[in-house]
């Protein structure tokens, strides 16, 4: 299920960055597509604003399907995935022995108190 989601939600960006690439601007950036003045015989599908529209109307789709996946992999991995804090473990250490200090050759002796 989740390789599912993720080759989905894959497919769902790659479809908006060529979406998005395909808009016009109005600085006229990019703006692949929405070119033309004619609109042919379908109604003003193709047309420059019938064609705006289509796209900015698949972007938004496509970008709820986005977020929708998004949820349903945090959603998913939320139920499957339990992490253990580090303070519900039991510890299992030894417990610490201290070797005696001893002086270093040739550094200064420490005065003991009377």
């Known amino acids: 299920m989740q390789t599912l989601l993720l080759t989905l939600e894959l497919v769902i960006a ?8 395909l808009q ?4 006229g950036a990019l703006g692949i597509g929405g ?3 004619g609109g ?3 109604g003003g599908l193709f047309s420059p604003r019938g064609a705006a529209d289509t796209l900015t109307r698949t972007t938004a789709y496509l970008a709820v399907g986005f977020f929708v ?9 939320s139920r499957t995935h339990r992490p ?10 030894a417990p610490v022995q201290k070797a005696p200090l001893q002086r270093a050759p ?5 005065p003991t108190p009377h």
Not at 15 to 20: C, D, K, M, N, W
Not at 106 to 110: L, M, T
Request: proline share 5%.
């Open 14 to 21: 790659i479809l908006l960055i060529v979406f998005i690439l």
């Open 24 to 27: 016009r601007s109005e600085g």
């Open 35 to 37: 070119g033309g003045g």
């Open 40 to 42: 042919g015989g379908l």
């Open 69 to 77: 996946v998004c949820l349903a992999l945090n959603i998913l991995v």
């Open 84 to 93: 253990a804090s580090i303070l519900d473990t039991p510890t299992r250490s």
């Open 106 to 110: 040739g550094a200064p002796s420490i």
